[in-house]
């Protein structure tokens, strides 16, 4: 089902837009054709987020989002592989609220700062997507940013950070490279779990739900209507 910000369900007017152009092929080995896609920052800041206040912890993302060459990309982390909770997956930078941090944005940019030397002056927050509960029982919230088109690299000491990967929207946006389906989780019942393969880096889980809207709000794919597949729950996840 799409969110209800979902601008290729709506028509959108009077907003301030980005214009990226770039070029975008499938796995079938066919030519790359240029791809033009809009990007609505208007749309992620009049957003009313949804808010979760009764998970046990908190913790607060930072969705960057870069202009390299006019086109617009948004830059993901690769957590290590011998992490205990999500080892390997894609996220975004991001992390559990600590005492000092004097709201939900302060947490977001401090661990952005931490991890990939992102500080927060350079950091212009445009908004806030809903809040989602992760399966480690965090509710997590989710701010967008433009940031700056330089090199990044892991920054945090304890080697939670594998790598940087910044991904193209057109790319994002190719219905070649996104599946969905879905199975049965034993707390929430049956979801839908979001795939985005680009590059050879596939975004799912909870940073794929994200995703999702972040799409959804600021350009004008819409997740498709029905899944690819239902499977088990015990079923081998397409990463």
Known sequence: MAFAGCRGCQQVTGATVRVGVSSVGDN???????????????????HTPERI?????????LAPVVHREGVPHVLF?????????????????????????????????????????????????????????TVSEYAVSPFVGWVPDRPYTPADGDGEVAEIAVL???????????????????????????FFHVDGYTVWGATGRMLV??????????????????VDADADLPI
């Open 213 to 230: 809207q972040l799409l959804e709000l600021a350009t004008d794919w819409c997740v498709p209507a029905e899944v690819d597949r239902v």
């Open 28 to 46: 079938s080995g066919k030519p790359a054709a240029a791809v033009s896609v809009r990007m609505e920052y208007d749309a992620v800041g009049g």
């Open 77 to 133: 982390t690769r957590r290590a592989e011998d992490l205990g909770e999500h080892p390997g997956q894609m996220s975004f930078p991001g992390g559990g609220v600590e005492p000092d941090d004097d709201d939900l944005t302060a947490t977001a940019l401090r661990e952005a700062d931490e991890e990939i030397g992102l500080r927060p002056p350079e950091v212009t927050v445009v908004g806030r997507l809903d809040d989602i509960e």
């Open 168 to 194: 193209p929207v057109p790319a994002l946006t190719d219905p070649d490279n996104y599946e969905s389906e879905r199975r049965h989780h034993p707390t929430h019942g049956g979801i839908r779990l979001h």
């Open 53 to 61: 206040e009764t998970a046990p912890r908190r913790a607060a993302v």
